[in-house]
């Protein structure tokens, strides 16, 4: 999988300031100067560090009006191409200039990284450091930036708090969710048609909140008592019940949640890694029924899986039962691409601290997203900064038609949306 981050940037900069802050974000951060090797029978993958790691700047030139070209990009070429592993860094960038030289100057910067390694939050925070430090360039210097690199953070499923490796104890939890999963009787997305995993490919839809509407969106869940996730999460399941045509039951919404702070010892945001699980929850999608009441059931059957720590158990499972090689792999992960192909996921990363302006440069919202695994479908990731919030749909082509994820992303808006105007 690959994860992005994108942001665009007004104003003047050049190729020289990218390369001297990418320097600088490898020399950070310890993820970024490892690859990862195996043994010659796949087996024993493990990081390894890298000498001078260099990460791959490429840059695009279009036209000032063209307005697709960053777009463009990403379905061309960056969700296309997996980043490679064996390599480090596990990253590139990719500059989209557009009116170079006038005062329209503008780059669309996409930050396209490994999931192995990071999550959205830790893309999305790296993004912004990236253009930290290249405002703090100097073209009379040719001393890089001095930076302190950081200690590396242990991987998740070393990070586990007591009472959560146990064997015993996961296998209890997963069942307990299993058969929660078999009383709500919920009724699936089917695949219209089914993609192997080696040809499963993603593309994007995006959408977007203007500020009026954020506003709405905001002051009517705080006045409901529902997070903006679980009103999202609810306007998405009854978009997704309209598509397979049912009025009643439940569908299943997966949810990333963010690990962090439940870890031992806890990390913080600024701590990089992959640090995203995943729970789920049975949402009602009966259109007559209040929405905001299933929001807010929507709200207290997240908070009590998360305090089941389901989502962290099956990291401990993982461990133990994760195939040892990418030989050996193909029927875990066909027995989990059967059971996940019409599974949905509501990404909402929530409201990020992302500068709206850097040095002379003014910045628009930042987005995110990644590819999709054979964990599901469809994915909507939602993000609010700088006064917007970016809805951008990730799908697997021919699982879902370009059709079908338009009307579910759009049935999702107009049914939030029409739930705000009604208070």
Same mark, same amino acid.
């Given at each position: 999988?690959?994860?992005?981050?994108?942001?665009?940037?007004?104003?003047?900069?050049?190729?020289?300031?990218?390369?001297?802050?990418?320097?600088?974000?490898?020399?950070?951060?310890?993820?970024?100067?490892?690859?990862?090797?195996?043994?010659?029978?796949?087996?024993?993958?493990?990081?390894?560090?890298?000498?001078?790691?260099?990460?791959?700047?490429?840059?695009?030139?279009?036209?000032?009006?063209?307005?697709?070209?960053?777009?463009?990009?990403?379905?061309?070429?960056?969700?296309?191409?997996?980043?490679?592993?064996?390599?480090?860094?596990?990253?590139?960038?990719?500059?989209?200039?557009?009116?170079?030289?006038?005062?329209?100057?503008?780059?669309?910067?996409?930050?396209?990284?490994?999931?192995?390694?990071?999550?959205?939050?830790?893309?999305?925070?790296?993004?912004?450091?990236?253009?930290?430090?290249?405002?703090?360039?100097?073209?009379? %210097?040719?001393?890089?930036? +001095?930076? $302190?690199? *950081? @200690?590396?953070?242990?991987?998740? &499923?070393?990070?586990?708090? !007591?009472?959560?490796?146990?064997?015993?104890?996961?296998?209890?939890?997963?069942?307990?969710?299993?058969?929660?999963?078999?009383?709500?009787?919920?009724?699936?997305?089917?695949?219209?048609?089914?993609?192997?995993?080696?040809?499963?490919?993603?593309?994007?839809?995006?959408?977007?909140?203007?500020?009026?509407?954020?506003?709405?969106?905001?002051?009517?869940?705080?006045?409901?008592?529902?997070?903006?996730?679980?009103?999202? %999460?609810?306007?998405?399941? +009854?978009? $997704?019940? *309209? @598509?397979?045509?049912?009025?009643? &039951?439940?569908?299943?919404? !997966?949810?990333?949640?963010?690990?962090?702070?439940?870890?031992?010892?806890?990390?913080?945001?600024?701590?990089?890694?992959?640090?995203?699980?995943?729970?789920?929850?049975?949402?009602?999608?009966?259109?007559?029924?209040?929405?905001?009441?299933?929001?807010?059931?929507?709200?207290?059957?997240?908070?009590?899986?998360?305090?089941?720590?389901?989502?962290?158990?099956?990291?401990?499972?993982?461990?133990?039962?994760?195939?040892? %090689?990418?030989?050996?792999?193909?029927?875990?992960?066909?027995?989990?691409?059967?059971?996940?192909?019409?599974?949905?996921?509501?990404?909402?990363?929530?409201?990020?601290?992302?500068?709206?302006?850097?040095?002379?440069?003014?910045?628009?919202?930042?987005?995110?997203?990644?590819?999709?695994?054979?964990?599901?479908?469809?994915?909507?990731?939602?993000?609010?900064?700088?006064?917007?919030?970016?809805?951008?749909?990730?799908?697997?082509?021919?699982?879902?038609?370009?059709?079908?994820?338009?009307?579910?992303?759009?049935?999702?808006?107009?049914?939030?949306?029409?739930?705000?105007?009604?208070?």
């Amino acid at each position: 999988m690959n994860g992005f981050a994108w942001v665009q940037v007004r104003g003047r900069l050049v190729p020289e300031q990218l390369a001297w802050a990418a320097a600088a974000v490898v020399a950070e951060q310890p993820l970024l100067r490892v690859s990862i090797h195996a043994k010659p029978d796949g087996t024993d993958p493990r990081f390894e560090p890298a000498t001078g790691p260099v990460m791959p700047i490429r840059i695009v030139h279009a036209d000032a009006d063209d307005e697709q070209a960053a777009e463009r990009e990403l379905d061309t070429r960056e969700m296309r191409e997996p980043v490679d592993t064996t390599t480090a860094p596990m990253a590139r960038l990719v500059d989209v200039v557009r009116g170079a030289g006038t005062d329209a100057e503008t780059h669309d910067l996409i930050l396209t990284m490994s999931h192995t390694i990071v999550d959205a939050t830790a893309r999305v925070g790296m993004l912004a450091q990236l253009l930290r430090y290249a405002a703090e360039w100097d073209p009379n %210097s040719d001393e890089p930036r +001095r930076v $302190v690199s *950081r @200690e590396p953070v242990p991987p998740i &499923g070393y990070a586990l708090p !007591r009472g959560v490796r146990g064997l015993g104890r996961a296998i209890a939890t997963v069942f307990t969710e299993h058969m929660a999963s078999l009383r709500a009787h919920t009724k699936p997305m089917a695949p219209e048609r089914h993609v192997p995993p080696a040809d499963k490919r993603t593309r994007l839809l995006l959408r977007k909140l203007s500020g009026d509407q954020l506003d709405a969106l905001l002051s009517t869940c705080r006045r409901r008592g529902v997070t903006v996730h679980a009103a999202l %999460s609810t306007a998405t399941a +009854r978009a $997704v019940g *309209r @598509e397979i045509g049912i009025t009643n &039951g439940k569908v299943t919404i !997966r949810t990333p949640v963010q690990a962090r702070a439940e870890l031992s010892p806890p990390l913080t945001k600024s701590d990089v890694g992959n640090y995203m699980c995943v729970t789920q929850t049975y949402v009602n999608v009966d259109p007559n029924a209040d929405f905001w009441a299933v929001a807010r059931q929507f709200n207290k059957d997240l908070r009590k899986r998360l305090r089941l720590r389901a989502h962290l158990s099956s990291i401990a499972l993982m461990r133990k039962f994760a195939p040892k %090689s990418l030989a050996t792999s193909t029927r875990f992960v066909d027995g989990i691409d059967d059971r996940a192909a019409g599974a949905v996921l509501v990404s909402n990363l929530g409201r990020v601290d992302f500068p709206d302006r850097v040095g002379d440069w003014e910045l628009s919202a930042v987005q995110f997203f990644s590819t999709m695994s054979v964990t599901g479908q469809m994915a909507i990731c939602a993000v609010t900064s700088n006064g917007v919030l970016h809805l951008n749909t990730c799908y697997v082509e021919g699982q879902s038609s370009a059709e079908r994820a338009a009307r579910v992303t759009d049935d999702t808006l107009a049914i939030l949306m029409a739930a705000v105007g009604r208070g």
